[in-house]
């Protein structure tokens, strides 16, 4: 199943990108959703996701308040806005789906289905 990502790139610490995935194989609306990252000689870790269905989303503390996931259930597409960056935000982020339904933080052992990948490096 094959999920499209883009955005990324280079920002200074305190700045702002918005990552996006495309899913045109299957309905966002009947999956989780969601977004991990890894960092260079560390383990995939999730860092955001939501059941489309509901709404309901759930992050991992290190971006609370800070990233914000979101889904088009029209255009079959879903976003991760992140503000206020720091450098250890710096990672590979990728965007990942799951069938079902959840009431927490998906870990990465648990999605079917992945996007490429795409590099966030921030900037001190």
């Known amino acids: 199943v094959h999920i499209v990502e883009s955005g990324g790139g280079l920002v200074q610490a305190g700045g702002s990108l918005t990552l996006s995935c495309a899913a045109p194989e299957f309905s966002v609306a009947d999956h989780v959703i969601g977004w991990v990252r890894q960092a260079p000689g560390k383990e995939r870790q999730a860092i955001a996701c939501?059941?489309?269905?509901?709404?309901?989303?759930y992050y991992a503390d290190s971006v609370k308040g800070r990233f914000t996931i979101s889904s088009d259930n029209n255009k079959n597409t879903f976003h991760l806005r992140m503000t206020g960056l720091k450098p250890e935000d710096t990672a590979i982020y990728y965007c990942?789906?799951?069938?079902?339904?959840?009431?927490?933080?998906?870990?990465?052992?648990?999605?079917?289905?992945w996007g490429q990948g795409t590099q966030v490096t921030v900037s001190s």
């Open positions: 990942a789906a799951v069938g079902g339904h959840t009431i927490v933080l998906v870990h990465p052992v648990d999605y079917d289905y």
């Open positions: 939501t059941s489309s269905s509901d709404g309901g989303t």
